[in-house]
């Protein structure tokens, strides 16, 4: 998709955009300013897209208990605040119904979900969710980058421990960790809760998949310990360890990290991977049952890119593949026979 084709809410979903409007990247504002200068048709979904991430930003999250009376307090004050700035030439001042009806569909779309979850320190966590089909990057506090998997959530507390960060994933996340230091320059460590496995980390990159009742965490970069039930097992760059039940089943040497991480740009590699394997990722992405009719073809090993975008053109490239037919019926996907 074009930005010319975007609407308001993916001006506001928009990474690099948020980036300009906050002024936190040079490369980004300069970027926004020439485009913006160059379609001017957009100005108006610009200007509201600015208006709706400066209100988010200010404050409290919007999106908790009492979410319209709070965001609508948001605006008025927000208002009043800038009736003596300066205004952009043709900058249209938004209702607060209208933005509250975006926020509202930025959140259904996104699969935003709060809730309040009462820690001993009666800290509030917060979840966010990636919808099947689709996936989602999320900057967390301490500017730490997370690609959350379709079918994914991570839940995180809204005020940040300085002294000892931590998330909690269901599915799979591909996590990016800022390395940060306290006074006295020990780092502040960082921790993933993933069934009954628990990632300690300090800057680095990793992945972990616990879409199953499995947890498979694989290191990219940098070093990560894993605290299980009866034993602790640190990883180096290129491994990956595969944990059940809290115990770990086995740890090896990745020769694939490319293709064990792909799905973060959009697609499944495989190379000699069993079709039921390939089933279970596919279910777990799309949110449908991929089941395999043709028994004989069970165990039959895969290699080669599964696009995820379109899940049309990935249903007719597993066709060709596995040189047999492949069918949509509602929420389930026939292979063979």
């Not at 966590?125 to 997370?146: C, F, H, R």
């Not at 069934?195 to 990560?224: A, P, R, Y």
Request: proline share 3%.
């Amino acid at each position: 998709m074009s930005y010319q084709e975007y609407t308001t809410a993916d001006f506001v979903n928009d990474e690099s955009f948020t980036c300009y409007v906050k002024a936190s990247d040079v490369q980004a504002v300069l970027f926004w300013e020439k485009w913006i200068h160059d379609h001017p048709s957009c100005l108006e979904k610009v200007n509201e897209a600015k208006e709706i991430i400066e209100l988010l930003s200010l404050g409290k999250d919007p999106l908790k208990e009492q979410f319209y009376e709070s965001l609508k307090n948001r605006i008025e004050n927000t208002i009043a605040t800038q009736q003596t700035a300066y205004q952009p030439v043709i900058k249209k001042r938004l209702s607060f119904f209208r933005i509250a009806a975006i926020i509202t569909g930025l959140v259904i779309g996104a699969g935003l979900l709060f809730y309040v979850t009462k820690k001993p320190e009666n800290n509030i966590l917060l979840t966010i969710s990636a919808p099947y089909g689709q996936t989602k990057t999320l900057l967390l506090p301490d500017s730490s980058t997370v690609i959350l998997n379709a079918n994914s959530s991570v839940k995180y507390p809204e005020k940040w421990d300085k002294q000892n960060r931590e998330v909690w994933l269901s599915g799979e996340a591909h996590f990016q960790i800022r390395h940060i230091e306290e006074k006295n320059q020990s780092p502040v460590p960082f921790t993933v809760h993933a069934n009954l496995t628990d990632v300690n980390v300090l800057g680095t990159v990793f992945n972990v998949d616990s879409h199953t009742d499995s947890t498979q965490v694989t290191l990219i970069s940098g070093k990560v310990a894993l605290r299980l039930k009866n034993q602790s097992l640190t990883l180096s760059p290129g491994e990956y360890a595969i944990c059940k039940k809290g115990e770990t089943v086995y740890r090896k040497k990745a020769d694939h990290l490319e293709r064990l991480t792909s799905w973060t740009d959009g697609r499944y590699v495989f190379k000699n991977t069993s079709l039921s394997v390939v089933c279970n990722k596919l279910s777990a992405y799309y949110g449908k049952k991929y089941m395999i009719r043709d028994k004989s073809i069970t165990d039959k090993e895969i290699s080669g890119t599964l696009e995820l975008k379109n899940e049309a053109v990935l249903i007719q490239t597993l066709a060709a593949l596995l040189n047999t037919t492949v069918k949509e019926n509602g929420k389930e996907v026939y292979i063979g026979n």
